[in-house]
Structures are given as C-alpha cells and as structure tokens.
T-cell receptor, first 114, second 113 residues
Framework: TQLLEQSPQFLSIQEGENLTVYCNSS?????LQWYRQEPGEGPVLLVT?????EVKKLKRLTFQFGDARKDSSLHITAAQPGDTGLYLC??????????????FGQGTILTVHP | KAGVTQTPRYLIKTRGQQVTLSCSPI?????VSWYQQTPGQGLQFLFE???????NKGNFPGRFSGRQFSNSRSEMNVSTLELGDSALYLC????????????FGPGTRLTVL
C-alpha cells in the first residue's frame, strides 16, 4: 500500500509554463520533504515543511503543507529546462519506529522543453 | 562540508553471490539510513543505524543486513543475491532531529545477472 500518492506521474511542458505536483496521504506526518533527483544521482533535499498550512518559497518553487499535515503541493512558476528531473515527496513520522524512515511518493518525472 | 559518499558506484554480480556496499556520512551526522530504489517500487526504506545500533528496519528479508562503525561509517550487505535485488542502493545521513531530514549519497547501482 502506497501511503503517499503523488500526481501526476509524468509531466511534459514547455519552458515558461507553470505546473503543480500533488502529494496526498490519509496519514498525518510530522514533516514532509521534497526532493529532486537527476539520473544517476541521489535525491537532493529541496525543502522541509513542518507546520500545517505552511508555505515556503524557493525562488520559482512554492511548497505548501496542508492544514491537516496529510498533503502537500509543489508549484513551479515559469518552468525552465534546468527544472527537468524526478521530484519526490517524502513524509516523516515522529516516534521510535520512525527513526531514519521516510515514506516516499512514487515521484513525478518532469520534462521541460526549451 | 563534504556530502555523503558511497562506494562503489557500480557493481555487477551474479545470482547467489553476496555484496557489501559502503557509505560515509556527512561529518557530524550520526544517523545513517539505507534505501532501495527500483522503477517499480520507488524508494523503500531498508534500515537505520545510530551510534552503531540498528534502530529501525523496513520490510526486507534477512538477506539484507547492515552495520555501523564507531566513526558513523556504515556498510550494507546482501547475501545470496537474486535478480530482483538489482536496484540503486542509496545511503542517507541525518542529524536525527525531529524533522528526519535525510541527505542522500549518489547511490550504488547494483546489477544482478
């Protein structure tokens, strides 16, 4: 059972367009992280959101954590070819059984065409 | 600060063999976690070590094991390799704080023939 549903799985857009990636769960997370991964490399942490309703901005990327801390979204404004990659959301839970463990969504493969 | 390093980057093994992968965490990070990434299953948690102790384990068979040394470096071992073990194995280190932020290495690409 996939605890984090990420959509869409694939996104192919033109340079300059806007896009939103969604990450939904029926579980509550203590924090939610977004990563970007390029082929042959490990995921790189973009942002961590921890408070319900929190919004964080990283240049053209806007991250939001749902009020109930069950869902999150990533919005990219005016996408550029350099944004191309695999975007992953990952949820963390508090408590001993969660040490080191992130639950990942299946990922969104974003391709931005020049 | 240097990032997480993993060796080797690529490995080719045959069924039945065993393999050991190595990970050096970011300096000061005492928690090391291992993940398996495959196209079908995505990223799945294997186990986590902190101060040489395994604190958490995912749903993988006993063929997958690990250990951590006093300098926080970690190794992961897979015995009796199966074709389905072909994957990118990622090591991540963290400060083990409340937010559980993981910093990943580049991974070891394991191919089992």
């Amino acid at each position: 059972t996939q605890l984090l549903e990420q959509s869409p799985q694939f996104l192919s857009i033109q340079e300059g367009e806007n896009l939103t990636v969604y990450c939904n769960s029926s579980s509550v997370f203590s924090s939610l992280q977004w990563y970007r991964q390029e082929p042959g490399e490990g995921p790189v942490l973009l942002v961590t959101v921890v408070t319900g309703g929190e919004v964080k901005k990283l240049k053209r990327l806007t991250f939001q954590f749902g009020d109930a801390r069950k869902d999150s979204s990533l919005h990219i404004t005016a996408a550029q070819p350099g944004d191309t990659g695999l975007y992953l959301c990952a949820g963390a839970k508090a408590g001993g059984t969660s040490y080191g463990k992130l639950t990942f969504g299946q990922g969104t493969i974003l391709t931005v065409h020049p | 600060k240097a990032g997480v390093t993993q060796t080797p980057r690529y490995l080719i093994k045959t069924r039945g063999q065993q393999v050991t992968l190595s990970c050096s965490p970011i300096s000061g990070h005492r928690s090391v976690s291992w993940y398996q990434q495959t196209p079908g299953q995505g990223l799945q948690f294997l186990f986590e070590y902190f101060s040489e102790t395994q604190r958490n384990k995912g749903n993988f068979p006993g063929r997958f094991s690990g250990r951590q040394f006093s300098n926080s470096r970690s190794e992961m071992n897979v015995s009796t390799l199966e074709l389905g073990d072909s994957a990118l194995y990622l090591c991540a280190s963290s400060l083990a704080n409340l937010y559980n932020e993981q910093f990943f290495g580049p991974g070891t690409r394991l191919t089992v023939l």
